[in-house]
């Protein structure tokens, strides 16, 4: 338990060392500043504990092993179910970051940046629970997947790459080329960090268009997930129960 | 020696075998998405160097060639000795038993019988991106340089042998093993940037405490001719200490093994 999170403090160190040579002299790139970078840093730290801890990635070694029997088998919904295992995933989290963020801001000393505007709060608010939904009905997605196949990680593995990309987590999406933006923002992962913590820092200027493409994506995965789980169930087998 | 080797390849292309007979597409995806990786890595380079053009002192394409070297001699090191990834497991369930009763080392057995032929596979792409690197540097590629990193691989391997020793006498002991070496690479990380950005104290503690400092900036630095070569004695000294104490530790710890699931 320690390990694994100390192993969050870690995440923090590659990235502020980077930015910390490149930008901490003073300047800025991208119309990013030390502090703002590190503001972002530390947002997608925030973010990923609250967006990204999930419970709901056990989904395909739950079809595998035959234990998803048993929720099934309980009269409630599943998905409700498995949104609820993820909020207390979420929870649990929270409650670890109370510790660590105030860590890592005494480690690190990053030059943070508190939004004081009740109107981006409350936007940023409401794209964080579109990203927990988005991620949700992700990994209810490629869990399902494993109603096929036995060979599940390779997707998987496939999926937190792209999303290590994708979702800004390396580094703010601005920063790429015009063209690469545009052609990330077409897919669902921007949503989940870049695009939340945009929204907190009141620096996106196409704030409610990107909230509309969250919802949007919401809805489609959401109908996505229903449809390839309903298809899915018809082929479970409760294989080794 | 003769017998591990040949129990090796035999583990080696049975693992094989069953990659190619149970998942060949998981096999490509998991080969695209390395790939893919270090891809996102290099855009993460381009990205801050079209701006800062220098990286404490190194050019792109310098930066670039550290990251490669990293990829290139981290996942050789990785390729053999998956077998902590399944370690706990092992203690768990009382297979670790048949490992000491075996006649071979129980050690050969917890770390190498695990090859991942993927890693084989992805080796020669990362040694063919190394090589694109090297030549973007602009420094020549000699004998003696191909020699001299391949030393080093050596004892970055005799090195990382020892810490995966002492993470696997750790699970022996308190059954803790994944998120011990998950954290291990975290650390390891940080050696895919050039080690200078940590500040003199990181830089310390990568060169003396965790030598990472081996897996990449040295050898680049030998090839930019900012290494002395003799300093690599010092390293094989300091590996060659590192493994003396894993090995006691490992001993001590299978002391307290008590094979309480079997």
Known sequence: ?241 | MKAYLRVWLKLTAQQFQSQVANARGAAILFIFSKIFRLATAFVFLFVIMDRAKLLVGYNLAQAIFILALFNLISSLTQLFMRGIYLFRQKVVDGTFDFYLLNPLNELFYSLFSNTDPLDLILFLPYLGIVVWAWIGTGFPITLLSILLIILIIVIVEIMILSWHILIISIGVRYLEVDNTIMLYRDLEKMASMPIEIYGKFGSAVLTYVFPFVLMATIPARLVFGLFSPWYLLAFALLALVQLKLSLWFWHRSLLTYSSASS
Request: charged share 10%; no cysteine; aromatic share 18%.
């Open chain 1, 1 to 241: 338990m320690i390990m694994w999170r100390v192993r969050q403090i870690f995440v923090f160190l590659i990235p502020f060392f980077i930015w910390k040579a490149v930008l901490g002299q003073g300047g800025d790139i991208y119309g990013y500043s030390f502090a703002a970078i590190m503001t972002y840093l530390f947002g997608t730290t925030v973010l990923r504990s609250l967006v990204m801890g999930s419970r709901t990635i056990d989904l395909g070694w739950m079809i595998n092993s035959g234990s998803l029997t048993i929720p099934l088998m309980r009269p409630f919904n599943i998905f409700s179910f498995f949104f609820i295992r993820d909020l207390a995933d979420k929870l649990f989290n929270l409650s670890f970051m109370f510790l660590e963020l105030p860590l890592i801001y005494l480690i690190f000393r990053p030059p943070i940046f508190l939004q004081s505007n009740p109107t981006y709060l409350l936007l940023a608010f409401g794209s964080l629970l579109l990203a927990i939904l988005i991620y949700f009905y992700i990994n209810i997605i490629f869990g399902s997947l494993a109603f096929w196949t036995r060979d599940i990680w390779a997707p998987r593995f496939l999926l937190m790459v792209i999303m290590e990309f994708a979702t800004g987590a390396m580094f703010p999406l601005d920063m790429l080329p015009i063209a690469w933006q545009k052609i990330i923002l077409l897919t669902p992962f921007p949503y989940l960090l870049y695009v939340p913590l945009k929204v907190y820092l009141g620096i996106d200027p196409l704030i409610y268009f990107h909230l509309a493409a969250s919802l949007g994506w919401v809805i489609v995965l959401g109908l996505l997930s229903k449809l390839i789980w309903q298809r899915g169930i018809k082929s479970y087998e409760a294989e080794g129960r």
